[in-house]
């Protein structure tokens, strides 16, 4: 089992749609989650973190974290095809300063 | 600089040879991180150094890989006798403090083939 397991797509939504992305991980002393955005060549991008149970909104990004069900999630509101890209969903736990990443999920957004 | 900065951006070397690849962290930063993505790979951890404290080289692969970090700024990773499964994208990562809650942020990254 991975450490953390993503889809990986291609999920395809249509522009102005939300777009739903999943994340689940196996180590329950994980403590701070994060979500990266990687266009395709280029290195990855922060887009959000969350440290506690609920949600935590960023304009059109919403984080969802549970952490009974050892599940994360990042949804995109009103997606735009400039969304389309690769999602990484990474971990850590607190005696350890290094990301585990997933492999992430390739979002589509048809105009 | 703005942010964390990378060279080269691209490098093509042979079988066998040694490389370096630099990392300027960003301005104030104390905790560097290497990572490196293979073709159709997630992320994977190399090496973690914060402030003057002992680097984390849990990640590294094989004893080929090294890297240092002068003055608490920039680092150098070096892999020597390089083969082909070296080839990847390497990256660099800083973040204000080395604590698990900090965001980290990437550079353009290196990419790497060996020939």
């Known amino acids: 089992q991975k450490e953390v397991e993503q889809n990986s797509g291609p999920l395809s939504v249509p522009e102005g749609a939300i777009a739903s992305l999943n994340c689940t991980y196996s180590d329950r002393g994980s403590q701070s989650f994060f979500w990266y955005r990687q266009y395709s060549g280029k290195s990855p991008e922060l887009i959000m973190f969350?440290?506690?149970?609920g949600d935590k909104e960023d304009g059109r990004f919403t984080a969802q974290l549970n952490k009974a069900s050892q599940y994360v999630s990042l949804l995109i509101r009103d997606s735009q095809p400039s969304d389309s890209a690769t999602y990484l969903c990474?971990?850590?736990?607190?005696?350890?300063?290094?990301?585990?990443f997933g492999s992430g999920t390739r979002l589509q957004v048809q105009p | 600089g703005a942010g964390v900065s990378q060279s080269p951006s691209n490098k093509v070397t042979e079988k066998g040879k040694d490389v370096e690849l630099r990392c300027d962290p960003i301005?104030?930063?104390?905790?560097l991180y290497w990572y490196r993505q293979s073709l159709g790979q997630g992320l994977e951890f190399l090496i973690y150094?914060?402030?003057?404290?002992?680097?984390?080289k849990s990640g590294l692969p094989s004893d080929r890989f090294s890297a240092e970090r002068t003055g608490g700024s920039v680092s150098t990773l070096t892999i020597q006798r390089t083969q082909q499964e070296d080839s990847a994208v390497y990256l660099c990562?800083?973040?204000?403090?080395?604590?698990?809650?900090?965001?980290?942020?990437f550079g353009d990254g290196t990419r790497l083939s060996i020939l």
């Open positions: 990562a800083s973040s204000l403090v080395g604590q698990s809650n900090q965001p980290q942020h």
């Open positions: 301005s104030g930063h104390t905790a």
């Open positions: 969350i440290y506690s149970n």
């Open positions: 990474a971990v850590s736990r607190g005696g350890r300063r290094a990301l585990t």
């Open positions: 150094f914060q402030g003057n404290s002992a680097p984390d």
